[in-house]
């Protein structure tokens, strides 16, 4: 079953710039890996450690909202929240499936484009310091990580459940 993209919108701290975004990159949880070779291995592996890479979305935006670059560079600790809704197609049924991601983070990083008479410019930014993260797609959870509590579910299985218990959390 195919889910193709349609159309999509970006909800910044509640309201809508999806007229604004032009682009989007979604992180994806990715464990952190180690190379292991033990006891004279020909062939390395890399295991997966208790730990994600670091989420990092980018956005590009059509235009320069002043809205939006209010909210950049914020200090230290300070995050938004940005909803991502996109319509998928489903090919076999030629229904509309809702995806959607929240992430809360710094919109810290980022370039504008270079301004030229004539021609439209934008700006893009990364987020950082994301310290949550769920992906739903219809009613169902995907993925949903935070960093503090420690949480990572993946398809509805808390990867983390044995870890906080033994720390005692």
Known sequence: MRHI???FTMHFDGLDFGIDTEEVTLPLPTPVTQEYRGGG????LNL???ALEALEPTIKLAGHNPDILRKMALGPGQTRRITFRGAFLTETSGSYVPHVCVIEGAPNAGSRDTWQR???SGLEFMM???KY??????DETIHEISAWPAKRVIDGIDQL???NRALGY
């Open 48 to 50: 997966a450690m208790a």
């Open 118 to 120: 004539g021609e439209k």
């Open 5 to 7: 993209l349609q159309g």
């Open 128 to 130: 950082n310091t994301v």
């Open 41 to 44: 291995m020909d062939l390395g």
């Open 161 to 163: 459940r044995d870890i």
């Open 133 to 138: 993260m769920r992906y739903d797609v219809a």
